[in-house]
């Protein structure tokens, strides 16, 4: 077996200190308090309003209002809002059906 195909084995991390492991803890629990209520924050920022088609939403139908992730990372949830937008489902579904084609167009429909 060639040495470049050979599966790499892990290799030992040093360990981390007890103040190195709680902050890392404290840092992991601020983003997921962040990440929970970003739909919540974008709401309040932006509007109960379509970004895109311009429909308005009331408490009735508001979950037909999501917020799309600009860079497309689902992670990446400033607390400024500036990676969200809030687009209605149709738009939303829109939205990555044209991404979708073109990244099948960019790559000559293979």
Request: net charge neutral; with cysteine; glycine share 6%.
């Amino acid at each position: 077996m060639s040495p470049f195909n050979r599966p790499r084995r892990p290799r030992p991390m040093p360990a981390k200190s007890q103040e190195e492991l709680d902050d890392l803890v404290r840092q992991l629990k601020s983003e997921q308090r962040t990440a929970g209520n970003y739909r919540d924050r974008s709401l309040e920022l932006h509007g109960w309003i379509c970004a895109k088609c311009g429909r308005e939403f009331e408490r009735n139908n508001l979950h037909l209002l999501t917020v799309h992730h600009r860079d497309g990372n689902h992670h990446n949830n400033p607390s400024d809002g500036s990676n969200w937008e809030n687009l209605c489902v149709w738009c939303h579904d829109d939205e990555h059906s044209r991404s979708i084609l073109a990244e099948y167009l960019h790559n000559g429909g293979k």
